[in-house]
């Protein structure tokens, strides 16, 4: 059998198994009654749609996996990558425009097939807990977005790719590694101004008391804070969130709507005061330069297998191409994909701890973060009791138990 082969089903069918048995893990790690430290806010019947929330999310995930896993490897052993690569060669472009028609053929192809689960997962499981907002106006202006700005900045990568690894030579995984590190600082320069606009209304926030608290907690921590806004997430789902978008002169703090109408400020303030501790405790520096780090690795390791004869024999192609050997490596790349994701969930989580007892220590006051803590987690039902196979998989954040424990 073709080791690439081998290596690409195979790890297809890992990661496939390895969520499968992480869910089922976590439905049998369920308890009857909400645990000691949240009894406090998860009433019995509040528990009960918690435990129906977790095990609804967790079948819906498993039915897309196998879905997904058994459609990407029928058409690994199909052929069906040549199938498509033969109809867009049939066309006639040139070099470049055969490669972005094959890339995006199969990203539309992809997008496609996802969009049913898609639609179930809004107007369905979300629905059916009380979580969606989105309107069906919404939901097609969001796909429709979404496709034209995949269409844009996928396409300016997937193109300056291709351009370079046929143009410059041994070195050509450098030129790519450095395209696609400006390209990402640049799409995280201009999102808070361009991109998030598209999906979002940002409203200057107006409660001058809560403005005055965070602007006080900012200046206490010297953190030079240059906007305060406020994002409609309730347009979408009912539950809340708090992020930092943007970097150096145009960093902003965003809080969503839904936070703002369950918490006090005080709580708003120790989410605050979390966020402050990431850009303060290097974490955001430390995220960006993994990525960079990351992103050269990637680089590096396609430039040897992009002409490998047998990868592309593993895909029954009739022809080799740069573009497809892009896509074959993608695939190719899953098993180290996830071992780096674990690793990069495992910082995030350390880091989410650090930030945690950052807020703790400098506003003073650690029963504000959990009590701020425990509301996200009722008005999001999420899982008190996850399985550690299912934390160590999937979890950024530490489950909110843990958390909560760490911070008393
Ligand atoms: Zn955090």
Same mark, same amino acid.
């Given at each position: 059998?073709?080791?690439?082969?081998? %290596?690409?089903?195979?790890?297809?069918?890992?990661?496939?198994f390895?969520?499968?048995?992480?869910?089922?893990?976590?439905?049998?790690?369920?308890?009857?009654?909400?645990?000691?430290?949240?009894?406090?806010?998860f009433?019995?019947?509040?528990?009960?749609?918690?435990?129906?929330?977790?095990?609804?999310?967790?079948?819906?995930?498993?039915?897309?996996?196998?879905?997904?896993?058994?459609?990407?490897?029928?058409?690994?052993?199909?052929?069906?990558?040549?199938?498509?690569?033969q109809?867009?060669?049939?066309?006639?472009?040139?070099?470049?425009?055969t490669?972005?028609?094959?890339?995006?053929?199969?990203?539309?192809?992809?997008?496609?097939?996802?969009?049913?689960?898609?639609?179930?997962?809004?107007?369905?499981?979300?629905?059916?807990?009380?979580?969606?907002?989105?309107?069906?106006?919404?939901? *097609?202006?969001?796909? *429709?977005?979404?496709?034209?700005?995949?269409?844009?900045?996928?396409?300016?990568?997937?193109?300056?790719?291709?351009?370079?690894?046929?143009?410059?030579?041994?070195y050509?995984?450098l030129?790519?590694?450095?395209?696609?590190?400006?390209?990402?600082?640049?799409l995280?320069y201009?999102?808070?101004?361009? %991109?998030?606009?598209?999906?979002?209304k940002?409203?200057?926030?107006?409660?001058?008391?809560?403005?005055?608290?965070?602007?006080?907690?900012?200046?206490?921590?010297g953190?030079?804070?240059t906007g305060?806004f406020?994002?409609?997430?309730?347009?979408?789902?009912?539950k809340?969130?708090a992020?930092?978008?943007?970097?150096?002169?145009?960093?902003? %703090?965003?809080?969503?709507?839904?936070?703002?109408?369950?918490?006090?400020?005080?709580?708003?303030v120790?989410?605050?005061?979390?966020?402050?501790?990431?850009?303060?405790l290097?974490?955001?520096?430390?995220?960006?330069?993994t990525?960079?780090?990351?992103?050269?690795?990637?680089?590096?390791?396609?430039?040897?297998?992009?002409d490998?004869?047998?990868?592309?024999?593993?895909?029954?192609?009739?022809?080799?191409?740069?573009?497809?050997?892009? *896509?074959?490596?993608?695939?190719?790349?899953?098993p180290?994909?996830?071992?780096?994701?674990?690793?990069?969930?495992?910082?995030? &989580?350390?880091?989410?701890?650090?930030?945690?007892?950052?807020?703790? &220590?400098?506003?003073?006051?650690?029963?504000?973060?959990?009590?701020?803590?425990?509301?996200?987690?009722?008005?999001?039902?999420?899982?008190?009791t996850?399985?550690?196979?299912?934390?160590w998989?999937?979890y950024?954040?530490?489950?909110?138990?843990?958390?909560? &424990?760490?911070?008393?």
């Open positions: 059998m073709n080791i690439y082969l081998a %290596i690409i089903i195979g790890s297809l069918l890992a990661v496939w390895l969520n499968l048995l992480s869910d089922r893990l976590s439905a049998l790690a369920m308890r009857p009654a909400p645990p000691e430290e949240l009894s406090d806010v009433d019995a019947e509040t528990y009960a749609k918690s435990r129906a929330y977790t095990l609804a999310s967790m079948r819906f995930s498993m039915v897309s996996e196998t879905f997904n896993t058994l459609i990407l490897v029928t058409a690994v052993a199909a052929g069906w990558f040549n199938v498509l690569d109809l867009v060669r049939a066309a006639g472009f040139g070099p470049l425009l490669g972005l028609a094959y890339i995006g053929g199969l990203a539309l192809v992809s997008s496609i097939l996802g969009l049913p689960f898609e639609i179930y997962h809004t107007f369905g499981l979300e629905k059916r807990f009380g979580f969606n907002t989105t309107t069906p106006a919404t939901f *097609v202006l969001d796909r *429709v977005k979404g496709l034209v700005l995949a269409a844009i900045i996928g396409g300016a990568l997937v193109a300056g790719i291709l351009v370079f690894l046929d143009k410059t030579g041994p050509a995984w030129l790519c590694w450095g395209f696609a590190v400006l390209l990402s600082l640049g995280t201009v999102a808070p101004t361009w %991109i998030l606009p598209l999906f979002n940002f409203t200057p926030l107006e409660d001058d008391e809560l403005r005055d608290k965070l602007e006080a907690f900012a200046d206490k921590a953190f030079e804070l305060i406020v994002m409609d997430g309730s347009k979408r789902s009912t809340g969130n992020f930092f978008t943007g970097f150096g002169k145009r960093r902003r %703090i965003a809080l969503f709507d839904t936070l703002i109408k369950e918490m006090d400020a005080d709580e708003i120790a989410v605050l005061a979390h966020e402050v501790g990431h850009a303060k290097g974490h955001i520096k430390k995220r960006l330069v990525g960079v780090l990351k992103a050269g690795a990637i680089f590096y390791l396609m430039s040897l297998f992009l490998s004869e047998g990868l592309f024999a593993a895909f029954g192609m009739q022809d080799m191409s740069l573009y497809a050997g892009l *896509v074959f490596f993608v695939l190719l790349y899953t180290l994909s996830l071992i780096l994701s674990v690793a990069a969930n495992a910082m995030s &989580r350390k880091h989410e701890f650090e930030a945690d007892a950052f807020a703790a &220590r400098t506003t003073g006051r650690p029963e504000t973060m959990i009590s701020a803590l425990k509301k996200l987690s009722v008005s999001n039902l999420s899982n008190p996850p399985h550690p196979l299912t934390v998989l999937e950024s954040h530490p489950p909110v138990l843990a958390r909560i &424990r760490a911070l008393s």
